[in-house]
């Protein structure tokens, strides 16, 4: 275990390509709820720093104010990100410090900051991370889903076809599958998932994460439905929702949808077994397994 070191130590980092006349753009986490979650260095860069920029300042005014902050702030959100991104770089190129925050959480997870961020590293400018709280980490963390291997998908499509075909491009995707989903469209979401991945995938809905009324519901897909449909209090607040990875039945080795693929279009122009080699050979996949696909594919109807 690595031993702590000296805050002050930590504040002083070395970045490629910097220009250390440049002030330094620190990207701040701030809490999803429970404002006990702010950070003691989070508090300390807040307070230092010669100017925030804020997805929402409103909702910022009130987090400096409960802090005692009286630090500036200036909109840096989807609208106006690309455009006034400049008056920052000028700021920062002029030495001043400025910390990036987000309403919540850890700004550019499905949060403005991206652009800024690039913009500043492309001009030589230091970004310094500033940890903290993060729902889709908070909510990985309690889920007892495996946690090695994770894929982190943001936001579903907001119309049912478009979000129907992403869950089903992730069919077979063997790493967890973490989602962020709006209280108005939880329900939708959650029976699309149980079409895509099957009624008994293990899933888990993290909802108002640090909050009052804040729930983690494990259930396979089907039954989790069922939970939220019953209890209109789980569609409303902030949702994550996190769904196990998808593995091979007992018995027989799974081929991807790519590998089936692949496997259907060389079919069409040569035998089962050149077929089945060529498309490992492409796809990486196991030989075998595309070999018995093959067969499969080529019993009759009702066989």
């Known amino acids: ?37 702010m950070s003691v260095r989070a508090l300390r860069v807040l307070k230092d720093v010669a100017l925030i920029a804020a997805e929402d300042t409103r909702h910022s005014q009130r987090l400096l104010q409960h802090f005692g902050i009286q630090t500036p702030l200036a909109a840096c959100h ?3 990100e690309r455009e006034e991104g400049g008056r920052f770089l000028a700021r920062l190129r002029g030495g001043d ?65 478009g979000r129907q075909a992403r869950l089903q491009a992730l069919n077979e995707e063997p790493r967890t599958l973490i ?8 329900l939708d979401s959650l029976r699309d998932m149980a079409a895509a991945f099957g009624p008994e995938r293990p899933a888990l809905l993290a909802r108002e994460i640090t909050k009052t009324f804040e729930t983690l519901k494990g259930l396979p897909l089907s039954e989790l439905c069922g939970f939220v449909e019953q209890d209109s209090n789980q569609q409303r ?22 590998g089936l693929r692949v496997l ?8 089962l077994k050149r077929a089945a080699a060529l498309a490992a050979s492409i796809t990486g996949e196991r030989k075998n397994a595309l070999y018995q696909a093959g067969l499969a594919r080529k019993e009759p109807a009702g066989g």
Do not use: W
């Open 1 to 37: 275990m690595a031993a702590f070191a000296d805050p002050k130590v930590c504040a002083v980092t070395v970045s490629d390509a910097t220009d250390s006349t440049f002030g330094t753009l620190y990207v701040v986490a701030t809490p999803i709820g429970n404002l006990d979650d």
């Open 78 to 80: 989807d609208h106006n």
């Open 97 to 161: 410090d400025v910390a990036l925050v987000s309403d919540a959480g850890t700004p550019l997870i499905s949060d403005p900051g991206y652009h800024l961020v690039r913009q500043a590293r492309e001009a030589g400018i230091r970004v310094v991370p500033v940890p903290g709280a993060c729902a889709l980490i908070a909510a990985l963390s309690a889920a007892g889903l495996p946690s090695d291997r994770f894929i982190f998908e943001g936001f579903l499509p907001a119309k049912a076809a």
């Open 179 to 186: 989602f962020y989903e709006a209280p108005h469209r939880i």
């Open 237 to 258: 607040g902030e949702c994550v929702v996190l769904v196990a990875g998808f593995t091979a039945p007992e018995g027989g080795e799974a081929v991807s949808a790519e």
């Open 264 to 271: 259907d279009l060389l079919l069409e122009e040569m035998p």
